[in-house]
């Protein structure tokens, strides 16, 4: 059982993510991307990943990052943190995560 959970919405991020990476860099470079990812939610599940308050007017809101993509996410009165977000560094995240929170 994974230590952390993934909302709806960061399961599609997920799901672009490796559509992206597969068409753009192939097989194998979804293989480590994907691997990276799943080990930094690993991290953020133990407390050992740097991570920031993304805003104060979400101060639950918590953000850490993989290569080019920022995982956002809940921890506050959780037993496993909740994963609502992986935005690309390029895309409109506060837009992104405006839907999420709302």
Known sequence: ????????????D?????RYTLDTWGKKALEQYR???????QSIAKDEMPKR?????FPDLLVSKYRYHYIFY??????KPMIIGIIHEKMDIVSRLNERLN
């Not at 997920?14 to 490796?18: E, Y």
């Not at 809940?74 to 037993?79: A, D, E, H, M, V």
């Open 1 to 12: 059982m994974q230590p952390y959970k993934l909302s709806t919405a960061a399961e599609n």
């Open 14 to 18: 997920l799901r672009d993510v490796a």
């Open 35 to 41: 691997k990276g990812l799943k080990d930094t939610f």
């Open 53 to 57: 308050v993304f805003s104060t007017a």
């Open 74 to 79: 809940l921890t506050r009165n959780r037993i």
